[in-house]
């Protein structure tokens, strides 16, 4: 067996064995400087130091962030902990949820202050994460194919994700994935996180980079086109059943300003725009602004964050003037998911769904277990 191949069978097992001990993520909530937790059931207060307290009925914290840390007040004596803590708590129900700012969520909850603020970030096995992943990413008419199409990418990802920061591994919104919590939970969506549980797509023995998005507007976009660099399993594509929706949005010389303004550009006046470059799929890879201080050239990924900024759903786009017309909606690299359920409402299956949008990738199973 070659060394290369060796490694690969050692990275899957060593995933395998991540999974059967119990893999956890770390979510960002919220960054804030008040935070209100309630625990109903039994539950312990933890610091760097160790466990602080033990309470056995209900209770509800506020969090304050101060110059000197986290500050902790509660609503109803007798209250087990009260002022600073320093700068980590965690909340840990014995079973059931934590309530945070309102809504439930499954684990338990780290609390982190950094720099005035306080980051709150739910700590939680892999695949409960994923039931609240699922109904925020996917609405639950779609057909099941997707749903579990859905949940090996939004595994993969969360795979591919941790360790990406000290503090967190995720946030919760588009800009990772979107993480609803315990509130959003049903039984479709369980049942497709569960039939797939541990599976996930991988390239060269290791999880995928699995990014998705809601529609291509027709083809889907290669990384190259959106963050430079070449990425073997994410090529353009064409995508036969998208939703294919046209938008258009209009811009001016000021809004043009401010953006660039914003993306670290001061260039004063704007005069023009146009587009100089398309990508394998048709989008825009490279953009000039003219302005009073001479043409300013855009790139990838910059030219990304610069019409995002204007407020176009996605880069597949004509311009007219100062308007926009395009069509599709997010980056368009990897599975498109009004296409995925073109794609199952003509017969296809997961797997078949996940090969076309990932060519060269492998679907891999891990034993996870019984308790999940």
Same mark, same amino acid.
């Given at each position: 067996?070659?060394?290369?191949?060796?490694?690969?069978?050692?990275?899957?097992?060593?995933?395998?064995?991540?999974?059967?001990?119990?893999?956890?993520?770390?979510?960002?909530?919220?960054?804030?400087?008040?935070?209100?937790?309630?625990?109903?059931?039994?539950?312990?207060?933890?610091?760097?130091?160790?466990?602080?307290?033990?309470?056995?009925?209900?209770?509800?914290?506020?969090?304050?962030?101060?110059?000197?840390?986290?500050?902790?007040?509660?609503?109803?004596?007798?209250?087990?902990?009260?002022?600073?803590?320093?700068?980590?708590?965690?909340?840990?129900?014995?079973?059931?949820?934590?309530?945070?700012?309102?809504?439930?969520?499954?684990?338990?909850?780290?609390?982190?202050?950094?720099?005035?603020?306080?980051?709150?970030?739910?700590?939680?096995?892999?695949?409960?994460?994923?039931?609240?992943?699922?109904?925020?990413?996917?609405?639950?008419?779609?057909?099941?194919?997707?749903?579990?199409?859905?949940?090996?990418?939004?595994?993969?990802?969360?795979?591919?994700?941790?360790?990406?920061?000290?503090?967190?591994?995720?946030?919760?919104?588009?800009?990772?994935?979107?993480?609803?919590?315990?509130?959003?939970?049903?039984?479709?969506?369980?049942?497709?996180?569960?039939?797939?549980?541990? +599976? @996930? *797509?991988?390239?060269? $023995?290791? &999880?995928?980079? %699995? !990014?998705?998005?809601?529609?291509?507007? /027709?083809?889907? #976009?290669?990384?190259?086109?959106?963050?430079?660099?070449?990425?073997?399993?994410?090529?353009?594509?064409?995508?036969?059943?998208?939703?294919?929706?046209?938008?258009?949005?209009?811009?001016?010389?000021?809004?043009?300003? +401010? @953006? *660039?303004?914003?993306? $670290?550009? &001061?260039?004063? %006046? !704007?005069?023009?725009?146009?587009?100089? /470059?398309?990508? #394998?799929?048709?989008?825009?890879?490279?953009?000039?602004?003219?302005?009073?201080?001479?043409?300013?050239?855009?790139?990838?990924?910059?030219?990304?964050?610069?019409?995002?900024?204007?407020?176009?759903?996605?880069?597949?786009?004509? *311009?007219?003037?100062?308007?926009?017309?395009?069509?599709?909606?997010?980056?368009?690299?990897?599975?498109?998911?009004?296409?995925?359920?073109?794609?199952?409402?003509?017969?296809?299956?997961?797997?078949?769904?996940?090969?076309?949008?990932?060519?060269?990738?492998?679907?891999?199973?891990?034993?996870?277990?019984?308790?999940?």
């Amino acid at each position: 067996m070659s060394l290369r191949r060796l490694l690969t069978v050692f990275i899957i097992l060593a995933l395998g064995a991540a999974f059967a001990a119990g893999l956890t993520v770390r979510v960002l909530l919220e960054e804030t400087g008040l935070a209100t937790v309630r625990l109903d059931g039994r539950h312990s207060l933890w610091s760097w130091a160790g466990r602080l307290a033990t309470v056995d009925g209900p209770q509800t914290y506020r969090l304050i962030a101060d110059e000197q840390g986290i500050a902790v007040t509660c609503d109803a004596p007798p209250c087990p902990l009260s002022g600073h803590v320093g700068n980590l708590l965690s909340l840990v129900p014995a079973n059931g949820f934590i309530r945070v700012n309102g809504s439930d969520y499954r684990g338990y909850l780290r609390v982190v202050w950094r720099d005035g603020r306080l980051l709150l970030i739910n700590k939680l096995d892999i695949e409960d994460y994923l039931r609240g992943v699922l109904p925020g990413e996917v609405p639950a008419s779609f057909p099941y194919e997707v749903l579990k199409a859905q949940a090996i990418l939004a595994r993969t990802y969360t795979l591919s994700r941790l360790g990406s920061n000290p503090d967190y591994d995720l946030c919760d919104t588009s800009r990772c994935q979107v993480y609803l919590g315990a509130d959003a939970e049903s039984p479709r969506y369980d049942r497709a996180v569960r039939e797939t549980a541990g +599976r @996930v *797509l991988a390239y060269d $023995g290791r &999880p995928i980079s %699995a !990014v998705y998005h809601a529609d291509s507007g /027709g083809k889907t #976009a290669a990384a190259a086109e959106v963050w430079g660099g070449n990425v073997p399993y994410l090529q353009s594509r064409d995508d036969p059943w998208s939703l294919d929706q046209r938008w258009r949005v209009s811009t001016s010389p000021d809004a043009v300003s +401010r @953006v *660039l303004e914003q993306l $670290g550009h &001061p260039v004063g %006046a !704007v005069s023009g725009l146009r587009i100089d /470059g398309r990508g #394998a799929s048709g989008r825009i890879v490279e953009m000039s602004v003219t302005t009073d201080r001479g043409e300013l050239r855009l790139r990838v990924p910059e030219v990304g964050r610069f019409l995002r900024a204007l407020g176009l759903p996605s880069t597949l786009a004509s *311009l007219s003037g100062w308007t926009f017309s395009g069509r599709g909606s997010g980056h368009g690299v990897g599975m498109s998911q009004w296409g995925a359920r073109g794609f199952a409402r003509h017969g296809w299956n997961y797997r078949e769904i996940l090969a076309y949008y990932y060519p060269k990738t492998v679907l891999t199973h891990y034993q996870l277990s019984a308790s999940r």
